[in-house]
């Protein structure tokens, strides 16, 4: 198994462009979730999934957009990018949809993003 | 806003000394989770601790959780310099779905 992949793994952007951040996982596994990590706040949740066509917001979800047509993909879209959006990007996924947050979670390499 | 706050936010020991790293929280969990991120990487689940649980152990690890306080401490005993490493406490909130995650304590060990 692959487990979970990210692409790309680095990304600059200019301020208002738009992009999208793919997520994969092999595992079948219904709960998924992207994070955005930023020094000395730890993971900051920003869209879930409990299965496919069901997505729900997190913590911080403005300015971006996810949906989940099948169980191994969740890509996340930035609308337009602007430099407060820099950070480490992690897609992580775990068994069980609708009570996945309390499962382990397994989680891809991130994506290191820039918007200058 | 964030709930676990982990504590120190940074440790440096030697190596084969003991490693202590506390979590608290804000409302009832589900359980409790830590997780170790090296360098550049993304993260990697170390043990999970439910809400009935008061100590669980795994290797070197050593996770106690005391509900009543909201708080949990990860001990990694006999610590090598591939410890070195940030950790992370993540809570599952009871009744929801989104698994919480504190700031982190960075440790490093020194060999």
């Known amino acids: 198994n692959a487990g979970v992949t990210q692409t790309p793994k680095f990304q600059v952007l200019k301020t208002g462009q738009s992009m999208t951040l793919q997520c994969a996982q092999d595992?079948?596994?219904?709960?998924m979730s992207w994070y955005r990590q930023d020094p000395g706040m730890g993971l900051r949740l920003i869209h879930y999934?409990?299965?496919?066509?069901?997505?729900d917001q997190g913590e911080v979800p403005n300015g971006y957009n996810v949906s989940r047509s099948t169980t191994e993909d969740f890509p996340l879209r930035l609308l337009s990018a602007a430099p407060s959006q820099t950070s480490v990007y992690f897609c992580?996924?775990?068994?069980?949809?609708?009570?996945?947050?309390?499962?382990?979670?397994?989680f891809g390499p991130g994506t290191r993003l820039t918007v200058t | 806003s964030q709930q676990g706050e982990e504590d120190p936010q940074a440790l440096s020991i030697q190596e084969g000394e003991n490693a202590t790293m506390n979590c608290s929280y804000k409302?009832?969990?589900?359980?409790l989770q830590w997780y170790r991120q090296n360098s550049g990487r993304g993260l990697v689940h170390l043990i999970l601790?439910?809400?009935?649980?008061r100590e669980k152990h795994s290797g070197r690890l050593r996770v106690t959780l005391d509900t009543s306080k909201k708080s949990s401490s990860l001990l990694i005993t006999a610590s090598r310099a591939a410890d070195t490493a940030s950790y992370f406490c993540?809570?599952?909130?009871?009744?929801?779905?989104?698994?919480?995650f504190g700031a982190g304590t960075i440790l490093r060990v020194k060999s």
């Open positions: 992580a996924s775990s068994y069980s949809g609708e009570r996945g947050a309390r499962y382990e979670q397994y």
């Open positions: 595992m079948n596994h219904e709960y």
């Open positions: 999934s409990v299965g496919a066509g069901i997505t």
């Open positions: 409302t009832s969990i589900n359980n």
């Open positions: 601790i439910r809400s009935n649980e």
């Open positions: 993540a809570t599952a909130p009871f009744g929801g779905n989104k698994l919480v």
